[in-house]
């Protein structure tokens, strides 16, 4: 089955770039589907920051574009996520995941276990 | 984008009915049949309860419904049992400033 797997640095210096990645097993992203970022302040609710296709097609948070590249690579089968000159209010739990139908605005049923990113000098 | 109202907290005892609602404009949640709802125990990830407004996805208890009236959708849960207590996000794809999707504030259900 499709399972997602985000990595990156737990923890990350005011004004620096974030960087995470989600490994994808059980599936190719080349063969289609949309790939989404969310994330999770502690104690908060769910923010949506953005999604993007295999071929790079993308489609951004408003609140957070000026500041979010996500990216796709095919050969390793992974998708990414950049978000720079961060402040401690992007200290959150940041998952990844797959919306069930084709668009990027279809319910996500597959998500990773989330990666906890702690903002902090 | 403006997140989704949903109330903070609700409550039931088990065996009752409980309805959580999720209120959205013409450009969301009023405009669009792509309405979502989210289960997520603490420490989890969340979980699909129901897609489309009111579709469940394979293994999620019949329990479980959603509907829409207007600019606002509920998502019911019937029969409560003590593992239905945790918290509950409505999302919703959104027109309004660029295309996107929008998550609600999310509504803490206790079985009493």
């Known amino acids: 089955q499709v399972q997602l797997q985000e990595s990156g640095p737990g923890l990350v210096k005011p004004s620096e770039t974030l960087s995470l990645t989600c490994a994808v097993s059980g599936y190719s992203i080349s063969s289609g589907y949309y790939w989404g970022w969310i994330r999770q302040p502690p104690g908060k609710g769910l923010e949506w920051i953005g999604s993007i296709y295999h071929s790079g097609s993308t489609y951004y948070n408003p609140s957070l574009k000026s500041r979010v590249t996500i990216s796709v690579d095919t050969s390793k089968n992974q998708f990414s996520l950049k978000l720079s000159s961060v402040t401690a209010a992007d200290t959150a739990v940041y998952y990844c995941?797959?919306?069930?139908?084709?668009?990027?605005?279809?319910?996500?049923?597959?998500w990773g276990q989330g990666t906890m990113v702690t903002v902090s000098s | 984008q403006s997140a989704l109202t949903q109330p903070a907290s609700v409550s039931g005892s088990p065996g009752q009915s409980i309805t959580i609602s999720c209120t959205g404009t013409?450009?969301?949640?009023?405009?669009?049949?792509?309405v979502s709802w989210y289960q997520q125990h603490p420490g989890k990830a969340p979980k699909l309860m129901i897609y489309e407004v009111s579709n469940r996805p394979s293994g999620v208890s019949n329990r479980f419904s959603g509907s829409k009236s207007g600019n606002t959708a509920s998502l019911t849960i019937s029969g409560l049992q003590a593992e239905d207590e945790a918290d509950y996000y409505c999302?919703?794809?959104?027109?309004?400033?660029?295309?996107?999707?929008?998550f609600g504030g999310g509504t803490k259900l206790t079985v009493l």
């Open positions: 013409s450009s969301d949640v009023g405009g669009y049949n792509y």
């Open positions: 999302s919703s794809y959104t027109s309004s400033s660029t295309l996107g999707v929008v």
């Open positions: 995941a797959r919306p069930a139908g084709g668009d990027f605005y279809d319910a996500f049923d597959i």
